[in-house]
Each structure stands twice: as C-alpha cells, then as structure tokens.
C-alpha cells in the first residue's frame, strides 16, 4: 500500500496511526542498514486527519527536529537538541505526519556515499556491501529498507537524487525556493533544498504537496502550497537527452537509460539527442561555490556553544582550532580549507567570482534548451554504487561523480530522479524549467508506467 | 596638522533587531533574555531583513545628503571573534545604503563640510564581559541593527572630531533613528600626523571620549617624530578610563575577511515609494531649523545655534515662543534657563522628567510673559527662575509669596532710598571703596522688609542705584 493509500485508510478509520507509528519504530530499531542515527522512541502517533494522516516519516540529520537530537552526522553536533522545527517538519506535523527518527548522512552533507558520517556509514539495502548513496543515504535506505514510506533528504548537488538512484527509490529535488529552507542546517545555502524521498512518484507528490507553502522566515522562499497528483503524461511531450552524460556513464548505467529512453520513445514521446555547453565546468564550479559557502556556514561550530568539553581552556581562538580539529571529520575539513582558500583575498577573483559566473552560463544554457524541449534527461549517477570505502580513497573520483546532478543546483531548477527498472540501482534524472514540478512528476510516473 | 577620519556605529532605534523578531529594548534587561534562533546564529536559522531598519537607514542617507543606492546586498564578513554566534557578520558591503554625503562642522572661526564617504547597516556583535578567569557572554545586543557612517579624512583636531560626533548624534535625534542609550554609539579613528603612518584607535564611546583619544594619539605622535622615530601603521585601542591608547594584537589587523554575498538576502531595491516614505521620514534638520529661527522669530544666529544644537531644546523653545514674544522667550531660555539648569547639572530632559513637560513649557512662558509685561524686573526673573528650579513650584506661586510683582519692586525700591538717605554716611564709605559698607547697608534693607527682599536682591538693587554716583 502506498502512502497515499495509507492516510486515506487513517482519515476513514480503518487504520490506526499508533498501529503505524509502532510499526515503523520497530523496522528503525532494527535498522540492519544503520539508516537511522537517532529513533524518536518516544514520538506520539500522527493525527487520523491531514494529507498525511498517521504516516511514520524518516527525516535526514540535517533538518531541525525541535527536542529531538539533529547532528548533521557530525560529533560536533553531539547532543544537540534544536529548539524549533524546520519549516517542513512543522508542515509534516500539521498533515498528521509523525517523525520517527533522524537518518544518517554524510557529516554536513558533504559526501556522495554516507560514509562520512561521525556515526559509521549506512548500508544500501540492495546490496549491504554497497553504499546507499549519499549524502541522504540514511533516508533513501530507510525507504529502500521499508522502515518507512515517506523520507526528508536535503539536496546541495545531488543528495536526495544520488542515494535515490542508488537504492532505486524516487528522489526530488523541488525548484530552489519552492520549498522553505527554515531549519535546513547549511551546507551552502545557495545551492540547497529539502526533497521528498519515497518508493513511489506518487508519494513523492503526496510529500511534496504537504511540505510545500511560502514561509516568510526564508526570505528566499517562493513557493506556492499545491496538490500534486501525478497520472503521468496524456500529451506527448518532447524530452532532451543529454547525450555527453549518457555517453560519459558506465555501461551498465547506460543500457539501462538508453532502455528508458526507448520506452518513453515507443509511448509516443518525442525523445531527442541534445548538446548541453559548459559541462566541463560545472563540478568544480559547483564545488567552489558550495566549500566557499560551507566554510562560512562552519565557522559557528567553535566550542563556544557547540563541541566543547568541559575542560576546554586557554585563548579564544586555541580553543576554537582544538574543538574544530578534534571534533570535524577529514572531509569536513577538506572542504572548509578550500572553501576558504577560494574565497581569500587574491584568490577570490580566481575562483569563487569565475564559479559564479560558471554557474550564469549554466542557468542561461538550461534557458536556451528549455526553449527548445519540454524535459531534458540524463542518468542521474553516471555509476553504479561504489562498494562501501571505494570513494573514500578516491575523492576526486566521488567529485566526478556529481556531473549529472549539480547542473539543477547550479541553475536552481527542479530535478528528479526515478528508477530506471524496478530493483535496478540506476536512477533516471528529469529536469525542468523552474516550478515545472508538476510536469516533471507527471513524467516521472509516465516513466515508472512505460519502463 | 593631523588628519582625522572616523568611523561611526550608532545603534538604530528599531522596535525589533536587524534580522529576527527580538525586541531591541535590552539595555536594562537580563543577559540573554532577548535572544531567538537567529540572532544566536542556531544552525538552520534565517536571516530576514527588518524593513525599518532599511527606511531608518535610508533617512540618515538623504539627511546626510548621501546618494541613495538603488540596489543594496548583504555580504557576509567572516572572521573568528566569541561574541560573533555564526563566526560573521551580516553587513553590507560593496553595495551600501548611501554614499558621498557631509555634515558642516565649525571649524576654528569658520565652517567646514566633512565628507561621509558611505552609510552602511550590519548587525551588532554580542557582548563579552570579562571576569578574572573567564570571559561570560551576552547575546541581547547580537543583531541590533548598527548603522556604520565612514567618513573621508576630513578633520584636522580633536575638537573637530568632537563636533562630527556631536552634529552626527544631533541628526540621528532628528531623525527619530537613534537613542543616545549607553554604548548605542561607538567609533573608531583613523588618525595620523605630516610624515606618519595611519593609525587606527579603537572603541571611543562618546564624543568627549574621542576628543581625549584623538588628543593622546595626536600627541603620542608628535612625540615619536620629535624623538626621531615614526607612528607605524597599526591599530591601537583607547582605554576610557586612563584615557591612552594602546596597540592592539597585530594579529587581529591582519584579516582577511573573505567577504561573499549573503545567499539567504534577496538583493534589496529601493523604489520611489521607499525612497519617497523615507524622504517623509527626514523632519527639518538643525542647520535648516536654525535658519529657519533666525527668519521667522528675528533672534540672533547665536541664539538660533544655541537653541538648535539640541532637538528637545528646539522643541521647547518653539513651544513657549508660540505663547510669548520670541526674542525675548530666545534670550531667556538661552541666557537665563541654560545658564540656571547648567549650574545644577541639569538637563533640560531631567527637568521635564522632574515637573512634566507641559509645566515645564508653561512656567517658562510665564516668566517671560511677567518679564516682557514689566510685572517682574530682570533681577526678580532669575530669582523666580532659581526657585522654580529648586522647588518645584511655578513662578505664579514663587512671584506672590515673595512679592516679587513690579508693585513689590517699587516697594524695595523706596525701601533702598529711604536706606541710602537714613545712612548717607555708610553709603559714602561704600563709594569710597569700602566694600564691607555695603553690607550693613544690605542688612537694613532685609531688616526692614522682614526679609521679603533678599540680600542679594538689596545688593543688585544697591549695585543699580548707586552705579550713578560711584
Ligand atoms: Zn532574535
């Protein structure tokens, strides 16, 4: 039964939400795949009313729980106790949602595997020894597993997209600003969003739809409440593949896409080769930008209110250096060094003002192919999951990995990733023009219908 | 001759901080109690612009005859410092509020036009108090709205960085933006001297502060070149109590702030309606109010500057003039009620707080009235105005009990006369030199009136009579 399906039974009666609540913090107290770092066992059911009457939702690390442990996957975080709600759990509480626990990420986000989380890496459920994907992972492996039907991820480059393509779930990262960040705790504020992770295209609405509305406490927030309820496509609609990120995959990864595209194709859509300029720069544009932002969104784990112990002394600023050395993780650090490398005097002309202009280029090439194509479609990993540690010792190689899905971030424009077969571990990306979202579900169903 | 620049951060009176709902109204409240999410930089939290404080800040632009900037960012500037919650500051940078403005300041005899290089907003740091062995901190002041006026090197002494800060305070008053509330302004200054570096001289709070800083530091240089050595480039940090300054860490001069556009505040653009209400929002300002006290009430440009150097003054002129003969209300209130309030170290606010405003404005409107209606003379006004002052009560009452009507005065008067013709000798001793003559003289007049004229009234009558004849 879907999510969906589920609330509907609730709002009739016929389902209990402690029944469902019970159910779902069994599967996270057994938690083979380490999907979650913190069970709420002492949630309260959801309500019988709203459009997620009694659902059980997993909610990544990264966004506000007020009262409930939220550490971002960091030791730095250890303890702590937010004393508000993100905006979009807030709005999963007022659909009659309960949250059932934190799941495990990548520590900051800053990972494409969830391996660099302070609290051991999650395990894909398809494949134990293979990583779910990151930095989401938690939540995509939480949904994969069945311990829930609706998760929260966040997305800077790909988070929700990458973990669902990995677990062969459905990932959406919505139109930046369509979604409230309020308690979306930052990796790089600008590239950012949270994204509903589910089994189906249609739960994925169903999320979307409850967590949606304009919050004024993000003032880059732009977005509408609305009810999406995807049927797939009754038109055709001319889609644009991306034929350098096709061609740049592995093989395994390709022939399932290719698949994909045929089956689209033999539906009557209109399935086209197109040319996208500017994909050589866009990874490390993305990641200029994105170290540039964390390094400053970091800064404010200094022991002074987060990660001290007790007996920290001295001068201000040894203390800060011993609290950051002692309790960030490798990569965590990785990035703050270059973040602020790129952002220094001398530097910043060099890399993080050439970043940004990058990303320009990037939005204006989405705006020409838009013009020309309805959807544009791509793998959403150009591989398929690493075996758990691979990408550790090779982070330039997890970097790379990235190309399909940071070119949405970069133009802020809304992505989402669906499986190619059912099961498989490759993950199909349709983007959009901004706030298209109700056309890309609608072709995201169209795909799990034609596949 | 030195070279004076000054960097100002004058807190704006917002109901709430630059970036969060919280209630600026901190200053006598509990460390702590005037905090949220984010203003303690929690982590998910988000900045929102507080609409006023723009308007506020786009007043202070036109007042200060700034350009406005039509298209304003926030950046954020990153450094390490406690009482930063997010470790930087939200401040604007490359695109401010205002830019090339002036305030006219005296300058020896004449007049001179600093120039305000540009007008920015940021939000105010916390507050560190430092105990023995440890530091506390206290967040009600972290994300005030500060409003930071640069002005060019225009200054050439100490007392000229006085009057900027003096006419700059005025202006914010003007303005209804600003309160003169412990800490709400600060500066720092750029000072240096013919064949010396700049040096930066750190947390001056108050403008006789910056007269004293600015003095050492003037000083301290000139003494190094006549030693034969040279100021180096470098900050110092002004010490209130001893009133020297100090060098700073070189290490914390050495920033580097990686300045970068703040991502979660949408470029802000100020259309004609924000600019119009803010142009609503400047009231006629003190060069201008002074001009306009000269024109319409003829009093004299001292007077007129006098009155305007203060808003509250203005204000409480412009009320008792409206009732009385404006000239006369000017020198009164100038040369009389100044002087008397002074000597009691007295504010005109102290006094208003003591007997109500609108008593305080009646009262000086009838004393004026009895003085311009000839019911009092001038010796009796301030004697009036003393008793007013020090008890409370209004010159009606003071005016009746002492007799002091004009009626009373003739009474003292021939009371003299019939002294000085009882006593011609003491009185020719008096013109003689003999000073102490006078004060049997005084004596039998206080006698003789029971003690309804007082000794220093018989003196200044004795002074008056007897002028003459010396
Ligand atoms: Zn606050």
Known sequence: MSAREQAESVRWGAEDPSGLLEAALEGARADDFNCFVTVDTDASPG??????????????????TEGLETTVGSKILKGYEPVFDAYVVERLREEGATVVGK????????GSTTETSAFGPTRNPLDPSLVPGGSSGGSGAAVAAGHVDLALGSDTGGSVRNPAAF????????????????GLIPYADSLETVGPMTRTV????????????????DSTSRGERKRYEPTGLDEPVRVGVIEELVEGSDDGVKREVRDAVSSLDDAGHDAETVEMEGLDHVVSAYYVLAMSEASSNLARYDGVRYGAGPNERGRYDEVFAKVRGD?????????????????????????????LLARRLIADEFDRLFSKVDLLLSPTMPVEPFRLGEALEDPL????SDVCTVPANLAGIPAISVPAEEGEAVGVQLMGPEFSEELLLDAAREVELVR | ??????????????????????STDYHDAEPNTHTCEVCLGMPGALPVMNESALDFGLRVSLALGCEVVEEQLFYRKNYFYPDLPKNFQITQYEFPVGVDGSITIQAGDGERAVGVRRVHLEEDPGRIVHMRNRSLLDYNRSGVPLLEIVTEPDMESPEEGREFLQRLRTTLEYLGVFEPLDGAMRADANVSIEGGSRVEVKNISSHRGAERALRYEITRQRNM??????????????????????PMRTKEEEADYRYFPEPNLPLIRVDEGMAGAAAEGVPELPDQRRERFREEYGVTDEHAKRLTAEKELADFYEDVAEAVEPRAAASHVVDELLGELNYRELSLDEWFEGVGRETAVEWETEIVEMLRGGEITDVSATDVLRDVLDEGRSPAAVVDEKGLTMEGADEALKCVEEVIGEHRETVEDYLSGKEEALNFLVGQVVRRSRGKISPREASDLFDERLEEEK
């Open chain 1, 47 to 64: 309500d019988d009313d709203g459009l997620l009457a009694g659902q059980p939702v997993a909610v990544k690390d990264s966004i506000t």
């Open chain 1, 202 to 217: 249609e739960d994925c609405a169903l999320l979307l739809s409850a967590i949606g509305g304009r919050d004024p406490r």
């Open chain 1, 327 to 355: 309790n960030f993780g490798d990569e965590v650090k990785r990035r703050i060094m270059l973040g602020t490398y790129a952002l220094s005097e001398g530097y910043s002309d060099r890399y993080y003002r050439k970043a």
């Open chain 1, 397 to 400: 190689r997890m970097y790379l």
């Open chain 2, 1 to 22: 001759m030195p070279v004076i620049g000054l960097e100002v951060h004058a807190q704006l009176r917002t109901d709430s901080k630059l970036f969060c709902g919280c």
């Open chain 1, 103 to 110: 799941t495990n990420c990548d520590e900051f986000c800053m």
């Open chain 2, 225 to 246: 070149l006549k030693r034969g050595s040279e100021a180096v480039l470098e900050t110092r940090h002004f010490d209130e109590e001893t009133g020297v300054t100090r």
């Open chain 1, 167 to 182: 677990t062969s779930t459905v990932g959406l990262k919505p139109t930046y600003g369509l979604l409230s960040r309020y």
